[in-house]
């Protein structure tokens, strides 16, 4: 167990800076296992009882955010109780408790974000930010100008009606179509239920981007962690 220094510890806390905390050792505000210390030079651990006031402190938790390209066949929950591999099987080497932002299908891979940021989680995923989610589609048969008309204007899936979406072919194979789809919503299966509203059902599909965080080059089932400017821009579009 790692030793720290008591001031350092209670930063890490977020008490106080390390300099104000040296204040509060020296008022005889801080308690160690009970008893109360004014040395600087004491070292405690994680399992020490460290009181300010009376009040317990413990180290908040780094904050980590990894964006991961999820393959199919792995569920976007932390634990599945039929058993099957979920995304966080695919990241290792993190000590902290890691949650998905969102959901995609099991059958859907792309983008998916992970952290412990639950304000992140929070505000990300409400409603009334209308983050723009970019998806490619593989789509069976051509879709008319009138079907791809509906599309961007809204459809009535279900008891709700779609807000107005991107919709783009972007290449044909065959029979079936590729299309890039942005939508600002994430209801369960939009995209899916989308495509079928217009007869054309999806064959494969694949999360490309989150607002201003893309896959790029990032291999399938590899993750990393976001870059601070990243981590940056998404908030300064979530609080825009």
Known sequence: MEEVRLQKFLALCGAASRRKAEELIKQGRVH???????DMGIKVTE???????GKRLRKEP??????LHKPTGYVTTSKDQF?????LDLVEGIEERLYPVGRLDYDTSGLLL????????FKLTHPKHEIEKVY???IQGIPSEAEMGNFRQGLRIEDYTTSPAGFRVIGKSGRDTLAEIIIHEGKNRQVRKM??????????LKREAIGNLALGNLKEGHWRHLELSE??????????
Do not use: Q
């Open 47 to 53: 399992e020490d009882l460290v009181e300010l006031d």
């Open 114 to 121: 992970l952290t412990n940021d639950g304000e992140f989680t």
């Open 231 to 240: 981590i940056k821009g998404i908030l300064t579009l979530l609080d825009g």
């Open 32 to 38: 160690i296992n009970g008893i109360t210390v004014t």
């Open 195 to 204: 495509c079928e509203a217009i007869g054309h059902p999806v064959i494969e």
């Open 136 to 138: 490619i589609a593989r």
């Open 62 to 67: 780094k904050k980590v955010y990894i964006m």
């Open 83 to 87: 058993s099957r591999k979920t995304v």
